[in-house]
């Protein structure tokens, strides 16, 4: 296939979405929970990466694979396509639907986030204590709250993660986190889950820590950390800082 024929096919790419403002005090709470009913029924839908080529188009793919000097790219819907390594720019995650909007209507009815801020240091006392009673290395629990939040406990991401852990919604509800800002909730749904990561892959820091990142579908997809660059760039600073 020619660049002009993977080029069309990018035709299809997703499109960007714009989150609104929305009301204060009962509008807020019940748009928190209309936000979360619609992450929550949503349908399971198939992992899929984005693949931005070169002339900046995008094309959601089932999985993208690299042969010698080829790229093989295969489609959702059935098929593939074989084309010249060079016009893959990036290879990305997709994204999750209705999570950005659930994340900023979840941070407007907080009662945490409307508090007064945690010091820096009760805040990194509280990861300590959290990952003493999960059973999480403690340097290694510091490094991810670090790198994910940088320690802000009201931080929320261009793709609705949440809190000092960046917890995704899927994770609140998982672990039955009613307020993802609260910061002791939020540590501890994110700590359990990064435990049950190196549990389930024989405590490979590499696996576990990519597989918090960009999902465990992606990392048994790709046989270990895919080639997304935000996900080994991630894996990278989080071990540089616990080494």
């Known amino acids: 296939m020619d660049k002009a024929d993977v080029w069309n096919q990018a035709g299809r790419g997703a499109q960007g979405r714009h989150v609104g403002g929305s009301?204060?005090?009962?509008?807020?709470?019940?748009?928190?929970?209309?936000?979360?009913?619609?992450?929550?029924l949503t349908p399971t839908l198939a992992w899929a990466d984005l693949v931005k080529l070169t002339n900046g188009r995008v094309i959601s793919v089932e999985t993208c694979r690299f042969e010698g000097e080829s790229v093989i790219l295969?489609?959702?819907?059935?098929?593939?396509?074989?084309?010249?390594?060079?016009?893959?720019?990036?290879?990305?995650?997709?994204?999750?639907?209705y999570a950005k909007a659930f994340a900023l209507e979840a941070l407007a009815a907080s009662a945490s986030a409307a508090g007064p801020r945690l010091s820096d240091l009760a805040v990194r006392e509280m990861v300590d204590r959290v990952a003493s009673r999960v059973g999480l290395n403690l340097r290694l629990a510091r490094a991810v709250v670090q790198v994910e939040s940088n320690f802000d406990t009201r931080a929320v991401s261009?793709?609705?993660?949440?809190g000092l852990m960046q917890i995704m919604?899927?994770?609140?509800?998982?672990?039955?986190?009613?307020?993802?800002?609260?910061?002791?909730?939020?540590?501890?749904?994110g700590m359990r889950h990064l435990r049950t990561l190196l549990d389930r892959y024989g405590n490979d820091s590499m696996r576990a820590l990519a597989a918090?990142?960009?999902?465990?579908?992606?990392?048994?997809?790709?046989?270990?950390?895919?080639?997304?660059?935000?996900?080994?760039?991630?894996?990278?600073?989080?071990l540089a800082l616990v080494r």
Do not use: H
């Open 74 to 97: 295969e489609f959702r819907g059935g098929g593939e396509v074989k084309a010249p390594k060079d016009l893959v720019a990036e290879i990305l995650p997709d994204e999750v639907p």
């Open 158 to 162: 261009s793709k609705g993660a949440m």
């Open 23 to 40: 009301a204060p005090g009962r509008t807020r709470l019940g748009s928190c929970i209309l936000s979360f009913a619609l992450f929550a």
């Open 212 to 238: 918090y990142n960009a999902g465990e579908t992606a990392v048994s997809r790709y046989g270990g950390v895919p080639p997304y660059r935000e996900t080994r760039d991630y894996v990278q600073r989080v």
């Open 169 to 189: 919604p899927v994770i609140a509800q998982e672990y039955a986190v009613s307020d993802p800002f609260d910061p002791e909730k939020n540590l501890e749904a």
